[in-house]
């Protein structure tokens, strides 16, 4: 019966770390239409703050798994997420605005 109960408290364990695991791998890219410019998020609300971005009318977005090279205009956290805003473009407006208007937009 103690054989039985490690069992399972090892592979509640086991779950527990896995589940903890995948939250904090979640990642994905965001590319603004017209533009060079990419977020990616990694962390525990990547996917909940990729779908809000490709949903805002206010934020133009689609997913992508492109090549996420590029110069890389900001590196912020917001929500225990890192979120990494990369700009191919040569003048880097869009990157630009978006490090400066993301952290309200995700603050509302």
């Known amino acids: 019966m103690a054989v039985i109960g490690a069992v399972v408290v090892l592979l509640g364990l086991g779950g527990g770390g896995w589940f903890i695991w995948h939250q904090y ?8 239409y017209g533009s060079d410019a990419q ?5 525990p ?3 909940a703050m990729c779908d809000r971005l490709i ?3 206010s934020h133009e977005g689609y997913s992508t798994s492109e090549d996420t090279s ?10 225990d997420t890192t ?5 191919k473009g040569a003048l ?3 990157g ?13």
């Open 55 to 57: 949903s805002s009318s």
């Open 96 to 108: 630009t605005g978006l490090c400066e208007t993301l952290p309200q937009f995700f603050a509302t």
């Open 70 to 79: 590029g110069t890389m205009m900001c590196k912020l956290t917001i929500d």
């Open 39 to 43: 977020i990616t998020m990694t962390g």
């Open 83 to 87: 979120v990494v805003v990369r700009d």
């Open 92 to 94: 880097h407006l869009v």
């Open 45 to 47: 609300n990547a996917d």
């Open 25 to 32: 791998l979640q990642s994905c890219t965001v590319g603004a």
